[in-house]
């Protein structure tokens, strides 16, 4: 897992970010018995998927895979044949 790339993009540390002050956010609302100021955290959880998702549209994200074919040997053609003359 550490030799991949997944994750290693600015658009995957801005939405995580994001979305880890958001939980930060409504966990201490949560403490302080604030639904209003929790709800706002989870709002900011969401944003952080938006911003995600939207920097990695623009193409700061991961590119997507093609899945390529299995490679195949090519097919045998014959040899021109040689005219001598």
């Known amino acids: 897992m550490a030799g991949s790339s997944h994750g290693h ?3 995957a540390w801005t939405g ?3 979305a880890f002050i958001g ?3 409504a966990g201490a609302f949560m403490v ?8 706002a955290g989870m709002a ?3 944003l952080g998927g938006v911003v995600g998702a939207i920097m990695r549209a623009m193409g700061l ?3 997507k895979e093609e899945r390529a074919l299995p490679h195949q ?3 045998a053609t014959p ?3 040689v005219v001598e003359g």
């Open 23 to 25: 939980f930060c956010v």
């Open 32 to 39: 302080m018995a604030q639904p209003l100021g929790f709800w």
């Open 16 to 18: 995580v970010t994001i």
């Open 79 to 81: 040899e021109p044949a």
């Open 61 to 63: 994200g991961q590119p």
């Open 44 to 46: 900011i959880v969401v």
């Open 73 to 75: 040997a090519p097919a």
């Open 9 to 11: 993009t600015p658009a």
